[in-house]
């Protein structure tokens, strides 16, 4: 039986628009300054800057420079660690003046807060930081849906595309791979947690349904029907 939902948001709870064409540019805008402003004086930006030097060999002095390669980062949609950190700071800035919204698909905002007065654990799992997840539940189109998440994985535990990373959420999690089903709308992270033994839906809410054993969704209603199937 399921008992827990882990869940992806980027096309799946939410759309991958809002990402692309909102939260990217946003904090591509804003960088800069914001980099300019708090470079020296707050110490988060400055020890996420002290990576972006070393793994980029940019000197660390150079502000400009730094800023630079985060822009060609965001450009190419990097998954890099030090990158999250910093444009999740950015978006705080932006939700809290009420300039951001998060998005989240209707029915997956009524689904969630059903599977979680249902008793189901509710858990996200996205490569943006845990900070931006937050961010994005906590002042969404729909209201705060953090109060219905039990936690949330980023990158820290491994690439979305990597076996192992889901064997570690559920190392962390103390259950069974049984017990979890993964909703994700990319089929090679789906891959990864079937060969950690959880269970998946593969969320396709637009386009053409592909010829598949796998089970594929058009949104949580239809998930939702699968659940109450096992």
Same mark, same amino acid.
């Given at each position: +039986?399921?008992?827990?939902? !882990?869940?992806?948001?980027? *096309?799946?709870? &939410? #759309?991958? &628009?809002?990402?692309?064409?909102?939260?990217?540019?946003?904090? #591509?805008?804003? !960088?800069?300054?914001?980099? %300019? /402003?708090?470079?020296?004086?707050?110490?988060?930006?400055?020890?996420?800057?002290?990576?972006?030097?070393?793994?980029?060999?940019?000197?660390?002095?150079?502000?400009?420079?730094?800023?630079?390669?985060?822009?060609?980062?965001?450009?190419?949609?990097?998954?890099?660690?030090?990158?999250?950190?910093?444009? =999740? +700071?950015?978006?705080?800035?932006?939700?809290?003046?009420?300039? !951001?919204?998060?998005?989240?698909?209707?029915?997956?905002?009524?689904?969630?807060?059903?599977?979680?007065? %249902? =008793?189901? %654990?509710?858990?996200?799992? #996205?490569?943006?930081?845990?900070?931006?997840?937050?961010?994005?539940?906590?002042?969404?189109?729909?209201?705060?849906?953090?109060?219905?998440?039990?936690?949330?994985?980023?990158? +820290?535990? *491994?690439?979305?595309? /990597?076996?192992? &990373?889901?064997?570690?959420?559920?190392? /962390?999690? =103390?259950?069974?791979?049984?017990?979890?089903?993964?909703? #994700?709308?990319?089929?090679?992270?789906? $891959?990864?947690?079937?060969?950690? =033994?959880?269970?998946?839906?593969?969320?396709?809410?637009?386009? $053409?349904?592909?010829?598949?054993? %796998?089970?594929?969704?058009?949104?949580?209603?239809?998930?939702?029907?699968?659940?109450?199937?096992?």
């Amino acid at each position: +039986m399921i008992r827990v939902i !882990l869940t992806d948001i980027e *096309g799946t709870t &939410s #759309s991958i &628009s809002f990402v692309h064409d909102e939260l990217f540019p946003y904090a #591509s805008k804003h !960088l800069p300054d914001f980099i %300019r /402003e708090h470079h020296h004086t707050t110490r988060a930006v400055s020890e996420q800057l002290a990576i972006v030097a070393e793994k980029s060999g940019t000197d660390s002095k150079d502000v400009e420079g730094l800023i630079d390669v985060l822009q060609n980062w965001i450009a190419e949609d990097r998954k890099e660690g030090s990158l999250k950190a910093l444009q =999740g +700071m950015i978006w705080e800035q932006g939700y809290r003046s009420g300039e !951001l919204k998060g998005h989240i698909y209707p029915d997956a905002a009524d689904y969630l807060q059903r599977w979680h007065d %249902r =008793g189901l %654990r509710l858990f996200v799992y #996205s490569s943006g930081s845990v900070k931006a997840q937050k961010l994005i539940f906590g002042h969404s189109n729909e209201g705060d849906f953090t109060p219905f998440f039990s936690g949330y994985f980023d990158t +820290m535990v *491994g690439g979305k595309k /990597e076996a192992q &990373s889901y064997h570690n959420i559920l190392a /962390e999690l =103390g259950v069974e791979p049984k017990t979890v089903l993964f909703l #994700s709308d990319v089929e090679a992270e789906l $891959d990864a947690a079937e060969q950690a =033994g959880l269970k998946t839906a593969w969320l396709i809410r637009e386009g $053409d349904l592909p010829d598949t054993d %796998r089970f594929v969704a058009r949104n949580f209603a239809e998930v939702d029907a699968l659940l109450r199937k096992r």
